[in-house]
């Protein structure tokens, strides 16, 4: 998928907004098949175990055990049709999510040769809120964040004020 090209800037940010709420004694669950970015969290010293492909919309097993203390989602939940169900069935007491917010300037992504990357949401900050807030988390810390790209045009210029992803720190309320 990043072809030998990681998201630095990207990583970075969101590992720092982690460790901030995450200790390596936690268990992690990580949304998602095995990935750089879970790699990262491993050589740091956290306990990462990756989902293994299955569907999240029509399978949530892997979230409904209590063998986690948290679960992360980073750029996982504009994939699904319903967040709300994975959401819901979490049974972790900790959440750190990043999903990209809808930009006025770009349409939604969409691969045209895998079906599987491709956003059926992108999107704003109370959108995201209130879906967490509808699936029982509370929201503790929020941050957005830009991802200049290295290209010309006006898109490029626009991304570099323009806050692209959106990071929570959630924790279960019921």
Known sequence: MYEGKYPKKRYKYTFNFLQQFVNKNDKILDLGVNNPFSEILRKEGFNVTNTSGEDLDLDTTAVKSA???VVTAFEIFEHLVSPFN??????AKKLVASVPLKLWFASAYRSKTDERDRHY???????FDWLLEKAGWKIKKREKFTNPVRKVGIRPILR??????????????R
Do not use: G, M, N, S
């Open 86 to 91: 994975v959401l819901q069935d979490i049974k």
């Open 121 to 127: 949401h992108e999107f704003e900050d109370w959108q």
């Open 160 to 173: 570099r004020f323009t806050p692209r992803y959106y990071l929570i720190y959630a924790e279960r309320t």
């Open 67 to 69: 063998d986690y203390d």
